[in-house]
Every structure is written in C-alpha cells, then in structure tokens.
C-alpha cells in the first residue's frame, strides 16, 4: 500500500487530522498550566509572576512534550 503524504490526502482528512492535533495541542496546554498552577500552590515552583511565569509554563511545556505524541495517524 503506499504512503499518503499530507498533499494527497483529501481535503476533509487533512481538516480532521489538522482538528486533532489542535485538540491534542489545546489539552496538552490546559494540562499543563494546571500541572503549573498546582505545583506553585504547593510550593514546589516558585511563582515569579508576569513574564517569567509565562517563560517557566514555556519551559515546562517543551521539557514534557519532547515525545509525547506517536506519529500521524496513531490517534
């Protein structure tokens, strides 16, 4: 069977896999600053506030999410 590639697939099987990964990427977010708000609470992040909160949810988004997702088409 060959491989598609994104251009050969149809219009509404790119706009669903493109719709997953939004979902996928929008929980990711979500789970995330929760994990952030909760670790600040106890005690175990120090909240720096403004920027720096937003430069540490960067940082705790990229160092969780290296391998976090299986290739296209595993969903």
Request: charged share 25%.
């Amino acid at each position: 069977m060959p491989h598609a590639t994104w251009a050969t697939l149809a219009d509404d099987h790119q706009l669903a896999l493109a719709r997953e990964a939004l979902r996928r990427a929008a929980e990711t977010l979500a789970d995330h600053a929760e994990v952030l708000a909760t670790e600040m609470d106890q005690g175990t992040l120090v909240d720096r506030g403004g920027p720096d909160a937003l430069r540490l949810f960067a940082a705790v988004i990229r160092a969780t999410n290296q391998d976090a997702f299986g290739p296209v088409g595993q969903a």
